[in-house]
């Protein structure tokens, strides 16, 4: 398999419907507006094609040291055939020497998909990421936090989503054994 990373383009449908198909409503940005963010310097929005097929994509904020990966999906019809693996190889490239953060649905919690989400992690701690032992509220759903490339700090990751946004993202961040945040 070999994967080569594109910016998203206007009308691309397939891409579109691996987003929607990956990714639960309350979960979800709007799709134009990542799009539109993904024009400026610290925003990509990223389609993994396989010749001209897409096979999955990533939206990350990519400034200083850090890239946070908010969204990366594969087509659902093949997952688990090694193209989730090969997209984080090809963003390690991309990206080279930065830590690669990214937060993931909590597995601590009941929840009616509580399988898929241990899954889910599982596969990232097998492509080398760590538990940070923090948990950050974006959108309203509270997450959990994994690095890979380096230790995680809550006020460089803070700092960053604040210099990323220009002052407008300020999500609560904590340690596991700290109280969450009220919601």
Known sequence: MKLQAVPVRRGDHAVKAIYFSSFPKEERMPYPLMR???????TAFLSFREGDVPRGLAYLAALDSI???????????LRSRGYGSEILRKLEE???GRKLILSI???DVPAPN??????RKAFYLKNGFVETGYFVELSRVKQELLIKNGAFDRAEFL???KKYSNGTLRPPVWRAEERPPRT
């Open 114 to 119: 509580h399988d898929l989400r241990v899954r």
């Open 36 to 42: 539109l963010l993904s024009l400026g310097r610290s």
């Open 94 to 96: 991309l990206y080279p």
């Open 67 to 77: 890239v946070f990966v908010m969204f990366l999906a594969v087509d659902p019809a």
């Open 159 to 161: 700092s960053f989503l």
């Open 105 to 107: 649905e909590r597995c």
